[in-house]
């Protein structure tokens, strides 16, 4: 026999639709095509927000928001630093109480 005889005779036997992809394959295929497009532009959106690194040593210094009024002022005069911290100190010695003005001394007597 001979090689076309033969390949005759397979095509013959072969239904028309073996090897052929159908509409719903190309169908699959776009779907899956647009599903991955709006993944990858999506997923570029969330990667445009991450730091450029997560060492806080790269981080750029925050904001730092005084405590007090004394703070603000940049000027550094010689004894500022030691007259804000005895301002912010508790008082060693309490001023005389009201009722004890009131009473004194000669009311006890």
């Known amino acids: 026999m001979s090689t076309a005889f033969q390949t005759v005779l397979a095509a013959e036997e072969l239904p028309e639709d073996i090897g052929k992809a159908g509409p719903l394959g190309l169908l699959l295929i776009v779907v899956l095509l647009i599903a991955t497009a709006l993944l990858v532009k999506s997923m570029s959106g969330h990667l445009k927000r991450l730091p450029r690194s997560f060492d806080p040593a790269d981080q750029e210094p925050g904001i730092v928001v005084p405590d007090d ?27 005389p109480r009201d009722d004890d003005r009131r009473n004194g001394p000669a009311a006890q007597g």
Not at 70 to 91: M, Y
């Open 69 to 95: 009024l004394s703070e603000l002022d940049a000027r550094s005069e010689p004894g500022q630093e030691l007259l804000d911290t005895l301002r912010r100190a508790p008082l060693a010695i309490e001023p």
